[in-house]
């Protein structure tokens, strides 16, 4: 156990979102079957089926891939390099591509499937993705219990939540981004949780600058400070995210933050890493490190 440094009486909870609050992987299956909707309403059963499948594979060997790092899997570096060649425009202009870009798995579903899909079609589909995943996602447990603590001290929640990379195509089938097109589509999609019974003071979205950018942070912060019209002290701040180097590296050691808090999906008992850092399975545990 650590000496409590965070204080309640001060604490500012941030919070990522997909898989820290709901299980966004564990539901991209059932998600998928929005895709699969849309190809049988505009082709066929059979094709439905193909097109989701594969963009099944797509993430899941996108996660694998992400997990291990490029060379480890041939399929995984092809999509890269086709998405390099797709996303060409975009990394020029804002220095990275939409990895996790639905509309870009989708299209490159097809593309392997030899399916002729108009841009409206992939729009679609990925849409459909994405408000399936919004009705069918769930909290992980007690995440809702945290919350009440969180409100029964009279402290603010707010999310930081990475891009959806919500992409276009232009009529020479280049991927674009429309950083207020992409932000304005997250934005329902989170407002959605206050459905589940989430409440929240505000959502700072990565678009364009994402995690783990430390303007990402920056952004997230001047939000929260200017809803409670005063300036926020970062040593009573907890940043809560299911990535080390995505959520929490650059809020710690860059930023301060009282306490962050690593969500390990199974986890069994806490681990104190340092005086600022814990990893749990439930992140009810945090509690405890608040004096
Ligand atoms: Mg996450």
């Known amino acids: ?12 909870w941030f919070f990522d979102i997909d898989d820290t609050l709901v299980d966004t992987a564990g539901t991209t299956k059932v998600a998928s079957g929005g895709i699969k909707r849309v190809f049988q309403e505009r082709f066929d059963r059979q094709t439905g089926k193909k097109v989701q499948a594969l963009f099944v594979d797509i993430f899941s060997v996108m996660m694998l891939g992400h997990a291990s790092g490029t ?5 995984h570096d092809e999509i890269l390099s086709v998405m390099e060649v797709k996303q060409a425009l975009i990394k020029q202009k804002y220095g990275v591509m939409k990895k996790w870009s639905r509309e870009f798995f989708v299209w490159f579903a097809c593309q392997k499937l030899g399916i002729s899909a108009s841009r409206e079609v992939i729009y679609e589909a990925a849409d459909a993705y994405w408000m399936t995943l919004a009705e069918k996602t769930i909290l992980f447990p007690h995440v809702k219990e945290l919350f009440t603590a969180i409100q029964n001290h009279d402290r603010p929640i707010y999310f930081l939540t990475s891009s959806d990379g919500r992409l276009k195509i232009d009529d020479n089938g280049m991927f674009l981004y429309d950083p207020v097109y992409s932000e304005g589509l997250k934005r329902e999609r989170i407002e959605l949780l206050r459905e589940k019974g989430l409440s929240f003071r505000g959502v700072s979205i990565g678009d364009p600058e994402d995690k783990p950018h ?27 995210g299911d990535s080390y180097t995505a ?5 710690k050691n860059v ?14 008992a806490v ?21």
């Open 247 to 251: 959520d929490l590296e650059t809020p």
């Open 214 to 240: 430390k303007d990402f942070f920056l952004k997230g912060i001047r939000m929260a400070e200017a809803d409670l019209n005063t300036s926020i002290d970062l040593s009573h701040a907890i940043m809560l």
């Open 1 to 12: 156990m650590i000496s409590p440094k965070v204080s309640w009486d001060k604490s500012v």
């Open 255 to 268: 930023l301060g933050f009282g306490l962050v808090v690593q969500f390990v999906k199974g986890l069994k």
């Open 71 to 75: 060379g480890s899997n041939p399929f």
């Open 271 to 291: 681990e104190v890493v340092d005086g600022h850092f814990i990893r749990t399975g439930n992140l009810l545990e945090s509690v405890q490190f608040l004096h």
